[in-house]
């Protein structure tokens, strides 16, 4: 255990670990301090030169980010001299940025913007107007865009491929005004972690090219959710849009920081699962083929269930909220059913890495087993009902609850997209997490909880 | 604390106000004083025989119908950037963007719509644009159609109206 020291910041005295970096006590305490190239999961590079502070008995301005913690010691953020210096900096960064923020995709999410409305507002002291070309479109590989013009050169792209995912495809080449980041040539940015360094990108240097153009972020709403990818269980954003006149639609998810289950970054997978939330929707009520009302379907379920009695499996889908799971066992219990909820379905070896992917495909599945639920497969049944579980059973007549349309049985109900409804799940490691609900459809499908209510009616 | 009222004295309370007669006498002057004179000279009356007689008093501040402008090699100069349709009050322009491959920039709107019967010209999108790619010195002040779609009006439809005071391309791009 390292001793804690005392160190004064702008006035106000603060304790903190001696010997760590002086930039993690200012984000720590929310004190303003811009930075590029540091980043938390990157560690310290000291390349941009923004984070600029005044330590007193220094006799000039020392950057935060590779300045240790010492026992008294006096730190200055803010005031006339190093607010000159965080403008002098960015005024250097500026001299060769091309200013397309109407057609970037970074702006309103931007370092360098947001830095020029705190520091900048000055205008151009270059009096040449062609500034250095770049590249302006280059496809990097998985779905990243590189935009060499608008790059700051922080490096954060190239630490993350070389201490991240050890794969080291990205580098800066050239020197001064030419420095540029680039792949080696031939070869592409290639990692299931990839799409990670378009949120690592202080500015729009490095954009996604799945989100390219669809939407500016100023329009999206943002709630906190759990990816469903795997049984990890990572923290993401969900980034949601109602247009006028239009339904809700997803446009992106990205990683959300914590600290114990996926750090700060999420795999590519799990990040571009928002489309196939989306895609081949169950939205309407089927039985034999043929498109029915709610009211009937409602009737149909109970006569079955009460023809059944005594003779139901029930299904339950290890992705579901534990919410919902915990509601289907009491509805068995009513109706009399036996519960199961074979696991073996969703082992993925091919997809099991030892970063954030787990072989585990199912996100609640340790629900499942603390609550002893059956896994194995069940046996033939007269009924069987099934919410939503990807596996293929025998019985003499089968209820699906679907959210895709994927099953191809007599009857089939829609049902509520994890992002359409709220709940919680716990991952492998038995953290349970909170998923906000994120899209309000215009016609909302009912969810499981809803179901039920609806046919105890 | 004292408080500051100030008093302000009721009018017409005087008997030449409760008459009534001598103001409706000064209303009644000056009506009659207009007949008399549109009548001796009906040639005079003030009145424009709208819409055969066209306004010609519009001038280039005035806010007509909206048009996309041109770059001066005919390609267009909005970049889908959507800073109108974040300062629209009415939220009446959609904007759907895509790749460009014209050489110019990176951006264009693959469809772009204003519905005009939302819309409360009060030119903030004009005001927003970054590239004098939107004007509304068309002159047009009417706009007429039999149906609601009529007035949602396209990308194609807005890069047709033209500019009625000489200025034709975008200044901001060339």
Redesign the interface.
């Known amino acids: 255990m390292s001793e804690m020291v005392e160190v004064i910041v702008d006035k106000r005295a603060f304790n903190a670990e001696k010997g760590t970096l002086l930039i993690d006590l200012l984000i720590k305490e929310k004190i303003k301090v811009p930075y590029f190239c540091y980043h938390e999961a990157l560690g310290a590079d000291g390349n941009c030169r923004m984070c600029m502070v005044e330590i007193e008995g220094q006799k000039r301005p020392q950057i935060a980010c590779d300045t240790l913690i010492k026992e008294g010691m006096e730190v200055r953020s803010t005031g006339e001299n190093i607010e000159k210096v965080h403008t002098d900096i960015l005024e250097l960064e500026l001299i060769n940025h091309p200013v397309d923020c109407p057609t970037c995709d970074q702006a309103g999410e931007c370092s360098l913007q947001n830095f020029y409305m705190d520091y900048g507002l000055n205008d151009s002291k270059i009096t040449i107007p062609e500034k250095v070309k770049g590249l302006k479109k280059v496809d990097l590989g998985s779905n990243v865009m590189l935009d060499q013009e608008r790059c700051v050169l922080c490096a954060r792209c190239t630490r993350f491929t070389d201490k991240i995912t050890g794969t080291h495809e990205l580098g800066i080449i050239g020197r001064g005004d030419h420095a540029r980041v680039s792949t080696m040539p031939g070869r592409k940015l290639d990692n299931p972690y990839a799409m990670n360094v378009v949120d690592l990108c202080p500015v729009g240097a490095l954009t996604s090219k799945d989100f390219r153009f669809s939407q500016r972020v100023w329009f999206l709403k943002t709630v906190d959710s759990i990816c469903h990818g795997c049984a990890k269980g990572c923290n993401i954003y969900i980034d949601h849009n109602k247009m006028k006149y239009k339904d809700d639609q997803l446009y992106r998810f990205r990683p959300r920081r914590n600290d114990e289950v996926n750090g700060f970054f999420i795999c590519d997978e799990g990040r571009l699962s928002y489309k196939a939330l989306q895609e081949d929707r169950q939205e309407k009520i089927v039985l034999h083929g043929k498109e029915i009302l709610e009211e009937e379907a409602i009737k149909a379920f109970q006569t079955l269930v009460e023809k059944y009695k005594s003779n139901i499996t029930v299904v339950i889908d290890a992705n579901l909220y534990t919410e919902e799971i915990e509601a289907i066992l009491d509805f068995s219990k009513e109706i009399a059913a036996n519960v199961c909820s074979p696991l073996e379905v969703y082992i993925d070896e091919e997809f099991e890495d030892d970063m954030l992917k787990s072989a585990n495909r199912a996100a609640n599945s340790k629900t499942i087993e603390n609550l002893n639920i059956n896994s194995n497969i069940p046996d033939k049944s007269g009924l069987l009902i099934n919410f939503n579980h990807p596996g293929e059973f025998e019985a003499e007549l089968k209820i699906d609850f679907r959210t895709h349309q994927d099953a191809k049985t007599e009857f089939i109900l829609p049902l509520a997209s994890y992002v359409e409804s709220s709940g919680h799940i716990t991952n492998e490691d038995g953290i349970s997490q909170y998923c906000e609900k994120a899209l309000s459809k215009n016609d909302p499908v009912p969810t499981v909880i809803e179901w039920l209510e609806k046919v105890r009616s | 604390m004292k408080q500051k009222i100030t008093v302000i004295p009721r009018y017409g309370s005087s008997f030449k106000d409760k008459l009534y007669l001598p103001a409706i006498y000064d209303g009644v002057k000056v009506t009659f004083k207009h007949l008399f004179d549109n009548v001796s000279d009906i040639n005079a009356v003030d009145t424009l025989e709208y819409p055969e007689e066209q306004p010609t008093d519009i001038t280039d501040r005035y806010r007509g119908l909206h048009r996309l402008t041109q770059r001066s090699d005919d390609s267009i100069a909005c970049?889908?950037?959507?800073?109108c349709a974040?300062a629209c009050p009415s939220?009446c322009i959609?904007i759907e963007?895509?790749?460009r491959e014209d050489g110019h920039?990176?951006?264009m709107p693959k469809s772009f719509f204003i519905d005009t019967l939302e819309c409360v010209f009060c030119g903030y999108c004009v005001e927003a644009c970054?590239?004098d790619a939107i004007r509304m010195d068309t002159g047009i002040f009417s706009l007429t159609g039999n149906s609601r779609e009529d007035f949602v009006l396209n990308k194609e439809q807005l890069l047709a109206n033209k500019g009625a005071f000489g200025e034709e391309n975008s200044c901001a791009r060339d």
């Open positions: 970049v889908a950037c959507f800073m974040t939220n959609f963007a895509t790749e920039d990176e951006k970054p590239c």
